[in-house]
């Protein structure tokens, strides 16, 4: 490996936009959570798909590692270089090629972000609808196979990307799916790109699957005694097919913080925020169909919001959840758990782990994505405390355990990374092995984004 002589030749070859400024260096090192900062060598800012393939050819010649960097907002140490080599940042690769309305797809470059590409679309009566809440790049939400609030109802990047271009670790430009709806023609490369954390090529053209946006749309919030009332709410919401478009969890420790950052009022109470979308009387009768078997439950205050400010505010609060629980208690620093478990499991799988965290004297507010079985402990700590810490990593161990007994996975969104990597043979058993197989297949030299995802080489 030869880490400074690739960039002596990046330098050459994108004069400015290689970088090794300090402030870029440290920018591109850090995490939402709480990996410690570990800056990359030198930052390349590529324009172009030629100009990314030039880039993975001179760190391949100098086995120097390439980290692709989207937005930075993975939360398991994705993006973080902790080999050190080149942060290929996409920011400035944010055109979208093409709205085909028609047949409802776009293609864009990796570095646009979510938003930018639905406030591109207002005027078409389209959207794309996966969400993570941050305003995460398409060219990262693909490499992470991200979801968030919609998946419930229009899936994960998984079902919303129908074809990539990618750079491979030999800087070679494949393209792989098509504009068409489906495919049977040989493996599915696009499957295999989305969610490989970038270990296997940069994205340097996505195609995306876009929805119509629906004529009406109607947010709910709905507050319940027990959080095990509104996870039995969920359960039957989502057993009796009723096709809602979000249905996410706060519970109580999350509504103080929430009120308290948000200056909102929600009664201390666990809550649920809905959505519904369909045609007037289409949602009208799925929040009617929902305010029953709230009922049904002892939900109360079930409370509709049709304006559009309205609704904006409600997925505000709960997009700034992460925030306004890390600002509780400043100084602290925040592990994230993401498991998902079958929906028919929800209740236990919650409950487990609200008995766990009481147990273990353990802050985590909980939250989540309830309706495809996936929510998340916001588990605070403080990172000079080192027994805390300790406390902390054992309660996610244990949390993961109880995941997969249930028949579900350590991570429902967020990925593995550095963070998840641990838990990956007990998941997976003998496919690890063969995710690592493809890996070295690809990438014998494991210049793409090391020491992630995959079992580590000897
Ligand atoms: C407050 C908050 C809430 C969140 N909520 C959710 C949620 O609800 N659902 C969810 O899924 N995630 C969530 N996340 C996590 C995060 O937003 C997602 O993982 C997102 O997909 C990361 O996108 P990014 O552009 O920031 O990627 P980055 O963090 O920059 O990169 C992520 C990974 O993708 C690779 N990569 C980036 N660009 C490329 C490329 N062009 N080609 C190949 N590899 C590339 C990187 O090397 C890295 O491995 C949340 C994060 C925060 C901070």
Known sequence: MNIQAAIGELSSFLGERLTCSKSELASHGNSETYFPPTPPDAVAYPETTEEVAGIVRICAEHRCPVVGWGTGTSLEGQAQAFQGGVSVDFSRMNRILEVAQADMHARVQPGVTREALNEDLRATGLFFPVDPGANASLGGMAATRASGTTAVRYGTMRDNVMGLEVVTPKGDVIRTGSAARKSAAGYDLTALFVGAEGTLGLI???TLRLQGTPEAITSAVCAFERVEHAVNCVIDTIQMGIPMARIEL???QTVHAVNAYAGMDLPAKPHL??????SEAGAAEQAESFGAVAEDHGGSGFDWAIRAEDRKALWAMRHNAYH????SRPGCRALVTDICVPISRLAEAVESCRADLARHRIHGPILGHVGDGNFHAILLFDPEDEEEKARVLEASNRLVELALSLGGTSTGEHGIGVGKLGYMAREHGAAWSVMGAIKTA?????????GKLVPPRN
């Open 204 to 206: 340097t053209e996505l």
């Open 250 to 252: 706060v519970d109580t």
């Open 442 to 450: 690809l990438d014998p030299a494991c210049i793409m984004n090391p």
């Open 324 to 327: 306004a629980i890390v600002a």
């Open 273 to 278: 925020l809905l959505e519904f979308h369909g």
